[in-house]
């Protein structure tokens, strides 16, 4: 722990470097590839819709014994009142299987269903319940939660625009928002969860949480870019890159600290309890949490990056610190060169010196060891002697 402590610390004071900004091409790829699957799961095999959304009855038999081939059994005792129904079986907790089929408008047939399954898993008439479900309010609910997320996204970039006083940290978290977004739901098609009331819940609550850590980073990276347009020894690339590891460690407790909780809730969920409301929505939730932090770090910082260094100031402020960092490569280099000429005093001292070279990343030493941007690297002034007393 002292140890990964350590190295947040270094991290944040600029003694280590973890050079992510410039390196952004690579992280495109890994998003691009990501959202290839995504599409392919969405397009290709496509969402597991629940019972909330296309309608259809739901039977759940109770005090369950015996769960020996249970989905066969269920389907079988369906073919018996409607042969050829489409019909989905899941184990809910202990002793509950839950049967989903179409819509029977009947209460005979509903009747006769009921009574089907209570023969074939020898429980009694009382221990099976039914719930019909119409198409109307799976409707109401995706048009509300569609409703909801272009509402959220437009207040979302009003307030970031005129929080950082630039749209492009608008353009870079939406970005990020709908990567998110679509690796999550593409997950889901992949995987074949099923999509209820309480996906969409989290799939609304995730949009939150990746949008908190993209905040936290882009402020960082604005106090880090009003320094370094002040004294012109950094890029915005530089800065930017400089923030993001400034908030690493932060961003993974950050995360690990609320994906512990949702795992176990996930893990009661699953093996516990069943199918339900409580396992989909922390499905939801660790999936894009997870996603979240990826893209805070990876795509929102390098894709600001990308749209800032495009403008007129930030190409005038890379030219300025180039300009300073290859003055103080010079300077170095020159001190490190008088020292270690033959008969000159301080050898070992000039020859230990930090020497400062530019890199996409910060300021480094010949040894590769990033330097703090504002450590000092020239000569240090030397003290003045203190004048001879008059005898």
Partial sequence: MRSFSQFGNDLYTGKRSIDIVSRQKTWYVVSLVLLVLAAAGLFGRGLNIGLEFRGGSEYQVAAVSNFTNFEARAKAALGTVNPGSNVVVTRIGTNTVRVQTENFQSTTVTAKVKSALASQFN????????????????????????????????????????????????IAALIALAHDLVITVGIYALAGFEVTSATVIGFLTILGYSLYDTVVVFDKVRENTQDAIGNGRQTFSQAANQAVNQTLVRSINTSVVALLPVASILGIGYFLLGPG???????????????????????????LADLREREPAMKELKKRALRYQAAQTRNASAVASEGDQPGQAGTAEAG????????????????????????????????KRPPKSKR
């Fill in 123 to 170: 429980v009694g008439a009382n221990s099976v319940s039914a719930n019909t479900i119409g198409p109307s309010w799976g409707a109401s609910v995706s048009q509300q939660a569609i409703t909801a997320l272009i509402w959220f996204l437009i207040l979302v970039s009003l307030v970031l625009a005129a929080y950082f006083r630039t749209w492009k940290m608008s």
């Fill in 352 to 383: 230990n010196r930090d020497v400062v070279h530019a890199s996409s990343s910060g300021v480094t030493s010949a040894t590769g060891r990033p330097l703090h941007p504002y450590v000092q690297t020239g000569p240090r002034n030397q003290p």
């Fill in 277 to 303: 409301t409580l396992l989909d929505l922390s499905l939801a939730l660790f999936v894009g949490i997870a996603v979240g932090t990826y893209s805070s770090i990876f795509i929102a910082t390098p894709v």
